[in-house]
């Protein structure tokens, strides 16, 4: 077709123009016009809505069209559609399996007719069907224009709402008629709707009359010409304005209707889709803005007392106050919100439908999307990014808190500051830490860049990402980079270009350069077509007197993959002079000329950009004490910082019998983490025990360890993700540790199976045979190998599985023999939950593993992990440690998992079997330092080799517990104390002696579980 060579040539050069010409402007632009009459009558005894309608169809195009696609959304939210279909991938449950007559529909009554013929409707996606095609019989060419009635009935959904929903007598329907899809340069543009897709419609005139019940209160698209929509009734607060005559001398005509039936008439023009919503309890609330343009609020009466008498009603006028500045006058004649069903909120031309939850910043965002999305309509499902992060970003910046507000010294709300106990804790911003999720999938190299289509995205939370966040954090940039004045001279050129049109990337990259005249095409290929961090270093630095002033000269270095013109500042003490650098260069020395000699220097001294790491904004990165804070290490509290490498500093203590008691103290620090996101995650700890063995020498009083993880590194721009390494010299024996893992799920985000795999070299040297626990450790440097892999299932299936592999050396210490030694394990678990409110729950796990020739501390524990593992427990470690101890019965759950059995037992062939059910006694409740906590019977079975024998045995043991699990502030915390009543082998027991009986009272505990 003529329309897709422009296309193709702009993909050629890597943007997006499916509707602008190749200027970018609009000479040359065109646009199908669909005119729409609807008459709608809501049967509410049957919860349908029957109805009849007529389109005009006008093709503009230079194209001779011989088929029409049609959108029936409606279809969505039902069994079998490609919603549902995306929802079951990525593990929710909504639409997929609701049953008649709980789920949506919308279904053709009679064919449509096409100039008065008849059509045969198919459906491609089958056995989707919100994509609906026909042929023309007679080729529609350029010019040319169509009339297409439709008959058909729609019902929303009554148990589960998405944009749409009935319950009672409320009824909303924002996706409700046959629509027709958009013909653009790329041709028909009808995907099925999907969860990750957004609307696209073609402008023209509604002229909709619905048929309803006296009593409904009824809002919708448009201006009421015709009939009572209940709002004078309805009202408790404001003036009821219908502005009927705002589109002048219009059709007022209204069909006959039975008794206790209305007829209701509305008009729209310049849109692109018509949405409506009625309930006979609805509360209306009226205002007119700037004395001109009708404001209609719509609310239930159970959120009067919180948003009624005007305050809806004044933030929409807040909302239109703000937009006319950066955009230009409101140009449709009212403006309508109401409370609907679904919690979300959905914006539609001059009509926001919100849920009850919403917020001045949820009018802020959708009445917003009346310019963007309304007036400026992009093409949501190839490009969300246009108006979700345009929109995203105009929210932020009406009330002051983006990067650059808060640069330029905006006042911030923000949530009200910790109380009690965590408010000793050193953290982020809020607006930080959402900023660092989204860089974290970058750094993960898990981020998908706005520009594929929707149906293209892996999964939703990444396709929100991308289209809101990353589209927020490029429009930000570009406000950076352009300064106030132009950005908002840009917003004004793209709107009075491009009102009531269709746009694209094109379109608002041409505004953006005819405003700034800078090419802007690298800004908007990388933001839009590829993922990246913005992070620059100051690489060196050099101040000398200039005549009666100074210079400064500050080496700028690219380390990210997007360029920015960065801001570089040199502060005095009249304050910061910032010069901009040069994005197109990697490297280059910036001058910034002072009056007074600077007393600091750095990169983006305002915090305007989004350059993720701070720490090289100043001249020696984290070696700077400007780049590096020092906190008290607060036990249970998460503590990081955005600007600075945060070093938390805090005491450790434990206790061996040879080494007395140890104390030191311990430095872990962190970069910007948010949740398991630590990034460049180091410990240092330096300990001095209080004595040492007899003979030996006395530096052995001094002990130590490094860790690292996700580190940042010379030779690399980012961090060595999944990367750990780690080296202790404590209580008689050197451990090396190194580790690599991979996160292998499919998805980051949704519902669905998890897996990682990871690689790993363990090395545990003893130094001093007098430390170490002979019950746990043999005499030997022990060097090995290890691979595991970790499956979880989908919830709430709630399955788990693991294999692990190691293959190694042991060597006796003094020069003794070699040995190669190898063990494998597997394990799979599942949990459950059962009962009234979930009261009861299940737990079953298989356990198998075989090792030949393993040393002790690498060998398989009947009931416990190996000494290797638990090597950084410092109750355990050291001989005669205060968990080791054979009076303090604890285990550290692992192996074979029989829970009666001592920590020192050891097997080198198994086959195990644990179960256990527990009864909820008490539940966790928000801000209550009380744990949930379970009463459990618990069964655990094995056959097995023990070490050094030949014959296998059975091992047994059952017993009661309880399991107390919390969340103590940021960390999870598991306590269980079991009683095994049973064990079948006593003096393998916990404290066992080979005269005690099987039966007996015994108990154990641990601060974790096999679950």
Not at 72 to 82: C, D, E, T, Y
Not at 210 to 228: K, M, S
Not at 369 to 393: F, P, V
Request: net charge neutral; proline share 6%.
């Amino acid at each position: 077709m003529i329309a897709l060579l422009p296309l193709i040539l702009a993909l050629q050069q890597g943007v997006t123009q499916t509707v602008s010409p190749p200027s970018g402007d609009t000479v040359g632009y065109w646009q199908q016009r669909a005119d729409y009459r609807i008459t709608a009558e809501l049967d509410e005894a049957a919860q349908l809505l029957h109805g009849k309608a007529t389109l005009t169809y006008v093709n503009h195009s230079p194209d001779t069209l011989r088929e029409m696609r049609v959108q029936q959304l409606l279809n969505a939210f039902r069994p079998g559609s490609r919603w549902s279909a995306a929802d079951e991938r990525e593990g929710r449950v909504r639409f997929q399996a609701l049953k008649n007559p709980n789920y949506g529909y919308e279904r053709f009554t009679t064919a449509p007719t096409v100039n008065g013929a008849a059509v045969a409707v198919t459906y491609p996606f089958a056995p989707d069907s919100t994509i609906a095609r026909f042929e023309l019989a007679t080729p529609l060419v350029p010019g040319d224009s169509a009339i297409v009635t439709f008959a058909w009935d729609a019902r929303p959904s009554a148990t589960i709402y998405r944009r749409q929903g009935r319950k009672g007598r409320k009824y909303d329907f924002s996706q409700w008629y046959p629509k027709v899809a958009v013909y653009d340069r790329g041709g028909w543009e009808a995907q099925p709707f999907i969860p990750n897709g957004e609307m696209y419609g073609e402008f023209g005139a509604f002229d909709v009359t619905l048929i309803l019940a006296n009593d409904q209160v009824v809002g919708a698209t448009g201006v009421p010409v015709a009939g009572d929509p209940g709002w004078e009734k309805a009202k408790v607060w404001g003036e009821v304005h219908l502005a009927r005559d705002a589109y002048g001398a219009v059709d007022t005509a209204l069909p006959k209707v039975a008794a206790g039936m209305k007829a209701v008439r509305f008009v729209a023009r310049n849109v692109h889709h018509f949405g409506w919503a009625t309930d006979p309890d609805f509360k209306y609330e009226g205002g007119l803005y700037r004395g001109a343009i009708p404001i209609h609020v719509l609310i239930t009466p159970a959120q009067l007392a919180r948003v009624g008498k005007g305050t809806f009603v004044k933030w929409n006028e807040h909302s239109l106050e703000f937009l006319e500045k950066i955009y230009g006058p409101y140009a449709y004649p009212s403006l309508l919100g109401l409370i609907r069903l679904d919690p979300g909120a959905t914006e539609f031309p001059m009509l926001v439908m919100y849920g009850e939850r919403f917020s001045e910043g949820t009018v802020s965002h959708e009445v917003g999307h009346i310019y963007s999305y309304g007036m400026l309509a992009n093409n949501e499902w190839r490009e969300g990014w246009l108006d979700e992060g345009l929109t995203s970003y105009q929210s932020e910046w009406r009330i002051g808190s983006t990067p650059q507000d808060v640069a330029e010294g905006a006042k911030q709300a923000g949530p009200a500051p910790a109380t009690g106990y965590r408010a000793h804790a050193h953290v982020m911003r809020a607006d930080d830490r959402g900023k660092m999720q989204l860089l974290n999938m970058d750094l993960l190299g898990r981020a998908e860049a706005p520009e594929p289509p929707a149906g293209k995205f892996n999964e939703f939370t990444l396709y929100q990402a991308a289209v809101y966040s990353r589209g927020d954090m490029m429009y930000g940039m570009l406000r950076d980079m352009l300064g106030d004045s132009v950005f908002t001279a840009f917003l004004h050129d793209y709107y009075a270009r491009w009102k009531f049109k269709h746009v694209d990337e094109l379109a608002m990259r041409a505004s953006a350069e005819r405003v700034s005249g800078l090419d802007l095409g690298w800004f908007f290929a990388q933001w839009v077509h590829r993922t990246g961090l913005v992070d620059y270093a100051l690489a060196d630095l050099e101040s000398t007197r200039d005549g009666g002033g100074w210079l400064t000269r500050a080496k700028l270095t690219r380390r990210g993959e997007y360029r920015h013109a960065m801001p570089v500042g040199a502060r005095t003490d009249s304050g910061w002079v910032i010069v901009r650098a040069d994005a197109a260069r990697d490297q280059q020395w910036v001058e910034i000329h002072t009056t007074e000699k600077p007393t600091d220097v750095r990169v983006d001294p305002l915090n305007s950009t989004e350059d993720w790491d701070r720490r090289n904004n100043v001249s020696r990165g984290v070696l700077d004490g400007r780049a590096t804070m020092y906190v008290p290490d607060w036990p249970f509290l998460a503590q990081s910082d955005r600007d600075r490498q945060l070093v938390a500093i805090g005491p450790e203590a434990w206790y061996t019998g040879p080494g007395g008691l140890t104390g030191g103290v311990r430095f872990r620090s962190n970069y910007a983490s948010v949740g398991d996101a630590a990034w460049d995650k180091r410990e240092l700890g330096i300990a001095v025990s209080s004595r040492v063995p007899s003979g030996a020498n006395g530096v052995e009083h001094v002990m130590g360890w490094l860790t690292f993880s996700n580190p940042t590194v010379p030779f690399r721009d980012r961090p060595l993700v999944g990367v750990s390494a780690g080296v202790w010299v404590l209580d008689g024996i050197t451990k090396v540790e190194l580790r690599k893992d991979w996160n292998l799920s499919p998805y980051l985000f949704a519902n669905g199976p998890q897996q990682h795999l990871k690689l790993g070299f363990d090395a545990t040297l003893p130094y001093d045979y007098r430390w170490v626990d002979d019950s746990r450790w043999q005499p030997e440097n022990v060097y090995d190998a290890n691979a595991e892999f970790t499956w979880r299932s989908r919830m709430p299936l709630a399955i788990r599985a693991r294999v692990k592999g190691f293959a190694g050396l042991d060597r006796e210490i003094g020069g003794g023999t070699t040995h190669a030694f190898e063990r494998g394990e597997v394990e799979i678990a599942h949990a459950g939950s059962f009962g009234t409110g979930e009261r009861w729950s299940h737990r079953l796990r298989v356990f198998a593993g075989a090792s030949h020739d393993a040393p002790l501390q690498r060998s398989i524990g009947l009931a416990s992990l190996d000494a290797t593992d638990t090597y950084s427990n410092d109750f355990v470690r050291g001989r005669d440690a205060l968990f080791e101890r054979q009076d303090v019965h604890f285990l550290v759950p692992g192996g074979a998992g029989l829970r009666g059995y001592s920590p020192l037992a050891i097997v080198d062939r198994v086959g195990a079997l644990n179960g256990e059910l527990g009864a909820t006694l008490l539940r966790a409740k928000p801000r209550n330092m009380l744990p949930s906590v379970q009463l459990v019977g618990f069964a655990d079975a094995a056959l097995a080799r023990q070490a050094g024998e030949r014959q296998q045995h059975t091992f047994a043991d059952a017993g009661i517990g309880l399991l107390a699990r919390d969340q103590l502030w940021d960390k999870p915390f598991t306590f269980r104390f079991d009683v095994p009543l049973y064990v079948r082998d006593p003096e393998l027991a916990a404290g066992g002696k080979p005269s005690d009986d099987r039966v007996k009272l015994r108990w154990t505990f641990s601060f974790a579980d096999l679950w």
